[in-house]
Nanobody
Framework: QVQLVESGGGLVQAGGSLRLSCVASGRTFSTYAMAWFRQAPGKEREVVATITWIGQNTYYADYADSVKGRFTISRDNLKNTLYLQMNSLKSDDTAVYYC????????????WGQGIQVTVSS
């Protein structure tokens, strides 16, 4: 089992920044693909950013078009922590943000955090 706990959400003005953190426990963290998802009121959950181990201590990061150039996903394997740095925030970024982990060899993300609210005021 993997437990994921998010922190760092809150209320911020448009144009501001926040950094989300997700601490993972329970299994070897470094080989798990990790991601941030979000769900806005009345909308489906969508992927925001992913970071995938591709071997030899190298990771590949990918982003939704709506956040490219503004958000940065990163991980610290020694701390078992995933981050999402969010800059130039917009009101459209308001959502509950979820950290997720995918077991190696599994297609879907199979571990989820409880979610954390991010509210961007215009």
């Amino acid at each position: 089992q993997v437990q994921l706990v998010e922190s760092g959400g809150g209320l911020v003005q448009a144009g501001g920044s926040l950094r989300l953190s997700c601490v993972a426990s329970g299994r070897t963290f470094s080989t798990y693909a990790m991601a941030w998802f979000r769900q806005a009121p009345g909308k489906e959950r969508e992927v925001v950013a992913t970071i995938t181990w591709i071997g030899q201590n190298t990771y590949y990061a990918d982003y939704a078009d709506s956040v490219k150039g503004r958000f940065t996903i990163s991980r610290d394997n020694l701390k078992n922590t995933l981050y999402l740095q969010m800059n130039s925030l917009k009101s459209d970024d308001t959502a509950v943000y979820y950290c997720a982990a995918r077991t190696p060899g599994v297609v879907k993300y199979d571990y989820w955090g409880q979610g954390i609210q991010v509210t961007v005021s215009s």
